[in-house]
């Protein structure tokens, strides 16, 4: 069983920065082996990729949209995985999901097997 928590989502103002964490808890097992992500989904669209790692952190991998503004990171010690948002716009509005995956494309959601409650991120301009 896997579960995995997100939080620190929240209203800001356009320009602002904000993290959002996803604690992982995988009873008997580890984490090294996942892939982890950050999906988001705005209202009236489709859920899409927004960021992607694997467990040791060494691969990361960024929507267009969001390069060189968000940033995935993971801290093994703590089961957890983080996306720091710089220069947040209006557009990033959306409740963002974390997931879990054990194989498949980073980038499709089909490949996550796993997936958090979500948490709002609300830009305001």
């Known amino acids: 069983q896997v579960q995995l928590v997100e939080s620190g989502g929240g209203l800001v103002q356009a320009g602002d920065s904000l993290r959002l964490s996803c604690t992982a808890a995988?009873?008997?097992?580890?984490?090294?082996?996942?892939?982890m992500a950050w999906f988001r989904q705005a209202p009236g669209k489709e859920r899409e990729f927004v960021a992607a790692?694997?467990?040791?952190?060494?691969?990361?991998y960024y929507a267009d949209s969001v390069k060189g503004r968000f940033t995935i990171s993971s801290d093994n010690a703590k089961n957890t995985v983080y996306l720091q948002m710089t220069s947040l716009k209006p557009e990033d509005t959306a409740v963002y999901y974390c997931?879990?995956?054990?194989?498949?494309?980073?980038?499709?959601?089909?490949?996550?097997?796993?997936w958090g409650q979500g948490t709002l991120v609300t830009v305001s301009s």
């Open positions: 997931s879990a995956a054990m194989g498949g494309s980073y980038y499709l959601e089909t490949s996550y097997d796993y």
């Open positions: 995988l009873s008997g097992r580890t984490f090294s082996n996942y892939k």
């Open positions: 790692t694997s467990w040791t952190g060494r691969d990361t």
